[in-house]
């Protein structure tokens, strides 16, 4: 069966830390370009980051540049997503997804994507 699991998601304090982790079941993830999404209450769902099928590139929306780290691990068949620094307005759905590329393109956008996790929550707040 393919799919995405994410885990790590949780409560945490502002300025407190999480790694978010998008495991990757039923196929590799080495062909894959991979992207973290978020979706807040009553907000369209946004992309975050994202890291690309080769030459590792990378892409952070501004709010999380400096804060946030995408890496992948293709030995463990897994995508991580570093969280510092956390901030009330990262509080979210964090939703991660898969598509199929052997290129260095950037998917920044959530169209074209081929699978997805069902998303794990992260809740800022004191």
């Known amino acids: 069966q393919v799919q995405l699991v994410e885990s790590g998601g949780g409560l945490v304090q502002p300025g407190g830390s999480l790694r978010l982790s998008c495991a990757a079941s039923?196929?590799?993830?080495?062909?894959?370009?991979i992207g973290w999404f978020r979706q807040a209450p009553g907000k369209e769902r946004e992309g975050v980051s994202c890291i690309s099928s080769s030459e590792g590139n990378t892409y952070y929306v501004d709010s999380v540049k400096g804060r946030f780290t995408i890496s992948r691990d293709n030995a463990k068949n897994t995508v991580y997503l570093q969280m510092n620094s956390l901030k009330p307005e990262d509080t979210a759905v964090y939703y991660c997804?898969?598509?199929?590329?052997?290129?260095?393109?950037?998917?920044?956008?959530?169209?074209?994507?081929?699978?997805w996790g069902q998303g794990t929550q992260v809740t800022v707040s004191s």
């Open positions: 997804a898969a598509r199929f590329t052997q290129s260095s393109i950037l998917y920044t956008k959530e169209y074209g994507y081929d699978y």
């Open positions: 039923g196929f590799t993830l080495d062909y894959y370009a």
